[in-house]
């Protein structure tokens, strides 16, 4: 059970990783037309030319703009469109709200073990104690094999 633990730890690392390099797109909202219609038109793409490239009608690039728009669009047309434009659509899942400043406090909240180990790692440092870098050292055992299933 406690090698499942660890591995979840590391992939906590990572995505915090991930997410601390995407924190600064934060602020950028999707506009309110959508960004295939944003980055078509600063393209100055025309909807046929879009359409062509799908072997698709401007009708149905009309309708995926909208659909993004209005939330509506699924990853795979939104994936399409961006190709279609030569554009490749890059998304992640970011912490939302006050106590998920990262995915590891965000999994502390649901998960007892990962609360308790985080929390205790805590007093530890406090008391001059701590091992420190507790995700690293699992990542490096991790890469160098020491860690079996």
């Known amino acids: ?18 997410a601390a390099k995407v924190e600064v797109l934060r602020p950028f909202q999707v506009p309110p037309q959508g960004w295939l219609r944003i980055v078509r038109e600063a393209l100055s793409l025309p909807l046929r030319a879009v359409a062509e490239k799908l072997k698709a009608s401007p009708q149905t690039i009309h309708a995926f703009e909208r659909r993004e728009a209005a939330g509506t669009i699924t990853v795979a047309n939104l994936r399409k469109a961006a190709e279609a434009m030569n554009c490749e659509l890059v998304y992640f899942l970011v912490p939302k ?46 890469k160098a094999g020491e860690l079996r299933q």
């Open 1 to 18: 059970m406690i090698i499942k633990q660890i591995y979840q730890l590391i992939r906590l690392k990572h995505l915090d990783e991930v």
């Open 97 to 142: 709200g006050p106590k998920a400043k990262s995915f590891t406090k965000l999994a502390a909240t649901h998960s007892g073990f990962l609360a308790d180990l985080l929390a205790t790692e805590h007093s530890m440092q406090l008391e001059g104690q701590g091992v420190g870098g507790i995700e690293e050292r699992i990542a490096s055992a991790a």
